[in-house]
């Protein structure tokens, strides 16, 4: 993808998931990049595995001095930064029960550390010839969820920041925007039991209109797209990359006709003239 190859990403929750994907993704595309997560051992692990033009930088987004020393590794080690992909989630919801120790928790990893990341980046991306910045919502931003109060707040105010970001930073060619996933299988459930694999393809058909889940390369083909040079004239947008869910209604994929139904029920039809 034009404009990829040679550029510098800092890719965070880099460790495991739809990161490290994304991780896989940029280095294959030929970025430099750099992977950064509180889980050390998989983080290393990851960075190995993908190569030469990949390194790990313990990084816990709650704590300001770990930002300082992850963009300035960046910086060292690849002389700049392109990308900031903010990929990181911490999913510790108690709902109702939630007390404020846990909500600070879900902001400061979700959204506070990487708007600190991207204050402290903000001099690299300025100095870059095609600088991008990348936030992961999701569909619970715009819903209500029984039991999770705390993470669809986070995500629905990655949204607005997104969108605020993307005004001011524009004086600075930065373009800012958001992937909404759907649900995207990961490593683990391809060797997972029968019976949990069956589950999974029941609960993506019901919940796609495509009939699948969605997977770690179209996520991370997305986000190379808003990154890359094919994007120029996209910023501030939420791209939705999940098989038709978010547009899905109550009724799911199931055909419901009323006239047929009443028809079928033996009452008359009669055109509404309101």
């Not at 600088?131 to 619970?140: G, M, R």
């Not at 120029?232 to 047929?260: A, M, N």
Request: charged share 25%; aromatic share 6%.
């Amino acid at each position: 993808m034009k404009g990829i190859k040679n550029r510098v990403a800092i890719i965070t929750g880099a460790a495991s998931g739809i990161g490290a994907g994304l991780a896989r993704a940029f280095t294959e595309a030929g970025a430099k990049v750099v992977l950064a997560d509180i889980q050390e051992k998989e983080g290393a692990q990851i960075a190995q595995t993908v190569g030469h033009d990949c390194v790990f930088v313990p990084t816990d987004l709650r704590e300001d001095k770990d930002i300082d020393t992850l963009v300035e590794a960046a910086a060292a080690k690849f002389g700049g930064i392109d990308f900031l992909i903010n990929a990181a989630a911490t999913y510790a919801d108690n709902g109702f029960d939630s007390d404020r120790a846990l909500w600070l928790n879900g902001f400061n990893t979700n959204l506070v550390g990487h708007v600190m990341l991207v204050r402290r980046a903000h001099e690299h991306l300025k100095r870059s010839s095609w600088p991008s910045i990348i936030y992961f919502s999701s569909e619970s931003a715009h819903v209500g969820l029984s039991g999770r109060w705390i993470y669809p707040a986070t995500k629905a105010a990655i949204e607005q920041v997104t969108r605020s970001q993307a005004l001011d930073l524009a004086a600075d060619r930065i373009r800012v925007n958001a992937v909404m996933p759907g649900w995207t299988e990961k490593p683990w459930q391809k060797v997972a039991p029968q019976e949990v694999k069956d589950r999974y393809a029941r609960l993506s058909d019901k919940l796609h209109m495509i009939g699948r889940l969605g997977t770690l390369e179209e996520v991370a083909d997305a986000v190379l797209f808003l990154c890359s040079e094919h994007a120029g004239f996209i910023t501030g947008s939420c791209l939705r990359v999940d098989g038709g869910h978010s547009v899905l209604g109550p009724q799911g994929k199931e055909k419901h006709l009323p006239t047929e139904v009443r028809k079928n029920a033996g009452v008359a039809y009669q055109a509404d003239v309101n």
